[in-house]
């Protein structure tokens, strides 16, 4: 079946650092969107990206899709320790009219 | 606004029984969808309604059923519960199927 994955599983950086995770689906996706979920919280809407090659940011946050519509990355610069959390992807398929989301990148930010 | 409310918060059954969750969407939002996460796993898709009709369902048993009302309001059903079943429910509502998602806190569900 229809699976989305995120590498890394779990990243710990120096307040500072760059972080990025990766997305990668088996098959194309119509978008993908991306959530942060704090540990004990919900996820929370970051972005969607919907156009095959789109790139978008918010801040310190770069977002992409890529050419095929089967990947992403989130991308975040000089890490803060706010951006402690998980990050998912979450893929729309038209077939089956259903969300993928991905296995998430538990970031952990050392002060 | 106001935002998605789930109830109840946190709810403790026994295996056989039957459940049901309760979802209040923003006003607006036509589309909901419910997901079963499990403790460090990402949401698994359950179901999606849109204008009161399931639009879409994930890899889940026809034990877990839904219903969406014209108020906004939404409901998931969960028949002979197993074990398996614990797990943070989620529902999230959107101005349309494939649109940004708005969650609600979630009901903790354990199964004894």
């Known amino acids: 079946g229809q699976q989305v994955m995120q590498i890394p599983q779990y990243q710990h950086v120096q307040e500072g650092e760059d972080f990025t995770t990766y997305c990668n689906s088996s098959t194309t996706l119509s978008n993908i969107q991306w959530y942060k979920q704090r540990p004990g919280g919900h996820p929370v809407f970051l972005i969607q990206?919907?156009?095959?090659?789109e790139v978008k940011k918010q801040k310190r946050l770069t977002f992409q899709f890529g050419e095929a519509k089967k990947n992403s990355s989130l991308h975040i610069t000089a890490t803060q320790t706010t951006d402690v959390g998980t990050y998912f992807c979450?893929?729309?398929?038209?077939?089956?009219?259903?969300?993928?989301f991905g296995t998430g990148t538990s970031l952990t930010v050392i002060p | 606004e106001t935002g998605v409310t789930q109830s109840p918060t946190h709810l403790i059954k026994t295996r056989g029984q039957q459940v049901t969750l309760r979802c209040s969407s923003q006003?607006?939002?036509?589309?909901v969808s419910w997901y079963q996460q499990a403790l460090g796993q990402g949401p698994q898709f359950i179901f999606q309604?849109?204008?009161?009709?399931?639009?879409g369902r994930g890899n889940f048993p026809p034990r877990f059923s839904g219903l969406q009302f014209p108020n906004y309001s939404s409901e998931l059903n969960v028949n002979a519960l197993e074990l398996d079943d614990s797990a943070l429910y989620l529902c999230?509502?959107?101005?349309?199927?494939?649109?940004?998602?708005?969650f609600g806190d979630g009901t903790r569900l354990s199964i004894l």
């Open positions: 990206l919907v156009k095959s090659g």
């Open positions: 979450a893929g729309y398929s038209n077939t089956g009219n259903q969300f993928y």
């Open positions: 309604y849109y204008r009161e009709e399931e639009n």
């Open positions: 999230a509502s959107s101005v349309d199927r494939a649109q940004p998602q708005h």
């Open positions: 006003s607006g939002h036509n589309t």
